[in-house]
């Protein structure tokens, strides 16, 4: 027999109560938390430490250091400007490049100039 109007409220309402909606939110804050704390010293740090040591570079251009831009090629700074430098990549062959197209600073064995001591590279 089905049962009545009467005994399907009992039944609705003898239903558990579900657990609230901030319950849930609170347990999945850690998760969340640590997720993101993850990400930032994977990802965020290391691109902000690379950035910083490349300004760092930048600000210590000078004439006559030997560079590698970041299309490859090398040359000798001719001259520094406020926003890009002029390098000498032949015999009487001057060219202006931004700045920031300075990938890194050769020293004058053809070895790479690193900031951080924990890396070196022999230069082409």
Do not use: C
């Not at 740090?45 to 570079?57: A, C, S």
């Amino acid at each position: 027999m089905p049962p009545t109007t009467a005994e399907t409220l009992l039944v609705l309402n003898d239903a558990p109560a579900s657990a609230s909606p901030t319950a849930g939110f609170i347990q999945t804050l850690p998760l969340l938390l640590a997720i993101l704390a993850i990400f930032y010293f994977l990802m965020i740090r290391p691109q902000q430490k690379q950035l910083k040591e490349h300004q760092t570079l930048l600000s210590s251009l000078k004439k006559d250091d030997q560079v590698v831009t970041t299309a490859g090629i090398h040359g000798r700074i001719w001259a520094v400007e406020d926003n890009a430098v002029v390098l000498e990549i032949g015999k009487d062959l001057r060219v202006k490049f931004d700045k920031s197209a300075v990938r890194r600073k050769l020293s004058s064995s053809g070895t790479e100039i690193v900031v951080d001591d924990k890396k070196s590279k022999k230069g082409a």
